[in-house]
């Protein structure tokens, strides 16, 4: 048997989507050797859940937030001869180390992301890092901030860049993307992607908007499209009238996978200039749509964007350095269109799911035959 343990599967956001991801390879690689795959979300409904992800079908059981329940199933499970445990989530270490007390000889796995990593955490989640066989790391910087912050020996940490979902793949697939949301706004559009949460203004979705007046200036039809989700829309709002812009600044939620990936092929620039992601999906959606991407010039990002190359890379909260990258592709849309072309060759030959998969087959293999 092999075990996956995740904090939520059937939800938007990063993580989750990593998490599908993960469940998706693990069930397959389970499959391959005749062996039993047992998958266990802490949030989600507690009942069995069926997922398809990329002609991948997978299978989970969510324990409705019960933190005692999905330990002590955790628990049960890896008494039954259990050859190895993942963990989707720093956060699910203490559980993974509950495992191992009556399964010694499992190998366990623990993944990070970014930000979560990035300051010391508690002393259990540090301990289950510390004595994992594996951490997985999305990028060099994470890797670096789990061996700095978290005292984990470089020799346990393995860098796994995460890869662009099966379903962005197939939409891209079908051809002609469909038509944006009705209230996608026409002319020259900037398009940020991220939840709207006061925890989460490291994205740097308000310094688009106090950008904005510089660039409007010159361009008087630009607009700025925010797609996401959060409590903090007040507080954008607030600060997009605050600064004279709010006719220009649109908020659009509760979007599905293929109106997002409209917005993508409509916008003509991706901007997220963030000092927290760790890697940073939503940079690998719009390079795979053509889209010249800015983001910050701190965590994962500029493991992704090469700077003058696909993109540009700012320093985060910096206004007026956003608007000179914004500037710049604005007024010399061939030098942006070729940006966006070598983005999705970046993509196609770096980020692919088929590509990901191999890769952490070949981790849970080695961690099973040493």
């Not at 510089?214 to 829309?233: I, K, M, N, T």
């Not at 749509?289 to 910096?318: F, N, R, S």
């Amino acid at each position: 048997m092999v075990i996956g343990l995740f904090p939520e599967l059937d939800a938007p956001g990063g993580v989750q989507r990593v998490g599908r991801h993960l469940a998706a390879v693990l069930t397959e690689f389970a499959s391959s050797r005749g062996w039993e795959c047992r998958l266990l979300s802490l949030n989600d409904s507690r009942e069995l859940h069926r997922m398809a992800l990329g002609g991948r079908e997978f299978v989970f059981t969510g324990c409705d937030r019960q933190k005692v329940r999905f330990a002590a199933t955790a628990v049960r499970a890896a008494r039954r001869k259990a050859q190895l445990v993942l963990a989707g989530h720093p956060n699910l270490g203490p559980v993974v180390q509950a495992m191992r007390v009556v399964a010694p000889r499992m190998k366990s796995i623990i993944c990070t992301h970014g930000i979560e990593v990035w300051e010391p955490l508690g002393a259990l989640r540090r301990r289950a890092l510390r004595q994992a066989n594996l951490v997985l790391a999305p990028s060099r910087d994470t890797a670096e901030q789990v061996a700095s912050q978290q005292e984990v020996t470089r020799e346990r940490i393995r860098v796994l860049p995460w890869a662009l979902d099966p379903q962005f793949e197939s939409l891209l697939a079908a051809g002609a993307p469909p038509l944006p949301p009705g209230d996608f706004p026409s002319g020259r559009v900037i398009l940020a992607v991220g939840r709207w949460l006061a925890t989460e203004r490291y994205k740097g979705m308000d310094t688009l908007v106090t950008a904005l007046p510089r660039l409007l200036r010159d361009w008087p039809e630009l607009h700025l499209v925010l797609a996401g989700s959060g409590e903090d829309r007040a507080w954008l709002e607030d600060l997009a009238d605050k600064n004279g812009v709010e006719r220009h600044v649109h908020f659009l939620s509760g979007l599905s996978n293929a109106e997002l990936g409209a917005c993508y092929a409509a916008c003509e620039i991706f901007a997220l200039p963030s000092r927290g992601e760790g890697f940073g999906m939503v940079y690998l959606e719009a390079m795979a749509c053509g889209k010249p991407v800015i983001g910050g010039a701190h965590g994962g990002a500029p493991e992704i964007i090469q700077d003058g190359v696909t993109g540009y890379l700012v320093p985060h909260g910096d206004p007026i350095q956003l608007a000179t990258a914004i500037h710049t592709l604005l007024a010399d849309p061939a030098h942006a269109k070729e940006m966006g072309v070598r983005g999705r060759q970046t993509v196609d030959h770096e980020y692919r799911f088929q590509g990901f998969a191999k890769a952490l087959k070949k981790i849970l293999r080695d961690q099973c035959e040493s």
